[in-house]
């Protein structure tokens, strides 16, 4: 990895140290989330097509922006807290996931993500503003074997209407909870189908989720193997109201964020963060000339990919900008050749010496992959994660 530039491991995680004495896997988890973040730059990932047969429950409809609120959905400066509180509460997520139901068996099955392509080649409208395509980033798997070294990236489990299927989240920091974050940062899509469409259901985290397909492939394997850090229910979630409010590929997707409290199913009292060691700051309203290079991490499923390994793009050139609307931050853009189930992963770059999330995976293109996108988390994500980690408990 030539051109990727390293992160200290003496400045990775905003909490790797917070472990109880005489607790050595809490030790080993903090080393290991520096360990990670160690290497971390800014690239990307994104979600692919189909999953298998089985129908989900009916998807519930989707929310209304409160009757108070400002229309223009690409501004929310607007929003008042009963706004946000209208918002959430109006739509309706809920998530029970039966003891049990995520089995080895299951976790393998699942298929991508689906989520729409956009060909940076096509004709596109005057109002599509895109930069020459990006050099291809060949993604390549974390060193195996590894164990807590990856515990702050993890895979995403879900029914939808298609099926059981797989994205990518990261454990980020919880400004009101430091050191004890039970909060993954993701894509809007992996959570919510869009407009017209309802939440995803049997919603799990599975952080630093290890299973080496190159050792194990078609063989059964240890579940301590492949949920080192356990499985943790999601509890609430929240994506950007313009993510509810429009469809297809478009400007909805660059606000293609989404946000998730998690509890751990073993019940044992310690926090997301406390379990993995450590968490990843959001750098909201980053400096677009401030990022310079990146690192994209993610569970893809789809060929030449099988989920089995986390994969990671490293780019040492700046991100491309994409945006289908002008008045909304620009996405950024990658060559990164990560394919589905990699969607909702997150973009790392360094700021002022330590590793922080700018972005996370949302659309790309397909057979051949050409590129990865990300929203640029600007004020309307830091609007709504300000409120969902303050309020939505």
Known sequence: MSNTSTISTTDTVSTT?????????????????????????????????????????????????PKAAPTSLGDLSGWKLEDWARYV???????????????????????????PEYSLTAASPATVQRDTPPAAVQARPQPHPYGPDAALVGKLLMTTSQGDAVCSGTVVSDPLN??????????????????????????????????????????????????PYGRWTAVRALVSPTWLQEGGVGAHDQYDYGIVRVRGESDSGRSLEETVGGSVPVWFNAPRERITSATVFGYPVERPFDGTELQRCDSAAAPGRLSFDPARPPMYVTGCTMTGGAGGGGWFVTRDGKPNLVSVSSIGNRNPVGYLAGPSLQEQAKQAFDYFAKNVK
Do not use: I, M
């Not at 607790?23 to 994104?46: E, I, K």
């Not at 509460?89 to 989520?115: H, I, L, M």
């Open 89 to 115: 509460a109006d739509s309706g997520f809920s998530n029970q996931v039966a003891p049990g139901y995520w089995t080895a068996a299951r976790t393998e099955a699942a298929r991508a993500r689906p989520t």
């Open 178 to 227: 430091p050191g004890r974050s039970d909060l993954v940062y993701t894509a809007a899509h992996c959570l919510h189908d869009g407009k017209g469409g309802g939440w995803v259901k049997n919603l799990v985290f599975v952080p630093a989720f290890n299973r080496d397909g190159r050792a194990a492939r078609g063989k059964p394997y240890d579940d301590r193997q492949a949920a």
């Open 17 to 65: 140290s917070n472990t109880r004495a005489g607790d050595s896997r809490a030790r080993r988890a903090a080393t290991a989330g520096a360990a990670l973040l160690a290497a971390l730059t800014l690239t990307a990932a994104a979600c692919g097509p189909d999953g298998p047969a089985a129908p989900a429950a009916p998807a519930a409809p989707p929310a209304a922006l």
